[in-house]
């Protein structure tokens, strides 16, 4: 049973940064594909960006191109979310999801498992 625990989430304000982290047990992380998605109030869950078991792939929503960065360290079985120059619109509960094997990673029915979620509030 694979469990996801996010951390990092707080209130900043527009321009700064974060990053956000995602704790992996319960399986063999690097055997897993894994992304972070968002959701605002009111809003769909959005997705943010994704990274391949082997950290040599990586998928952004244009949005956060330029601004945020993925990456992985299979040695501590975390996924990170380095997010820079942040705007108001960032403004969402953040989720990390895992899946073994994911054809499309821009689609959160692909994940196996979700995290709890951290917020992320960016004041203008």
């Known amino acids: 049973q694979v469990q996801l625990v996010e ?11 974060l990053r956000l982290s995602c ?43 330029g601004r945020f960065t993925i990456s992985r360290d299979n040695a501590k079985n975390t996924v990170y979310l380095q997010m820079n120059s942040l705007k108001p619109e960032d403004t969402a509960v953040y989720y990390c999801g895992a899946t073994k094997y994911g054809s499309t990673l ?5 994940y196996d498992s979700w995290g709890q979620g951290t917020q992320v509030t960016v004041s203008s």
Request: no cysteine; hydrophobic share 30%.
């Open 7 to 17: 951390s990092g989430g707080g209130l900043v304000q527009t321009g700064g940064s």
């Open 23 to 65: 704790a992996f047990s319960g399986g063999t992380f690097s055997s897993y594909d894994m992304g972070w998605f968002r959701q605002a109030p009111g809003k769909e869950r959005e997705f943010v960006a994704a990274i391949r078991w082997s950290g040599g792939i990586k998928y952004y929503t244009d949005s956060v191109k």
């Open 106 to 110: 821009r689609t959160g029915s692909q």
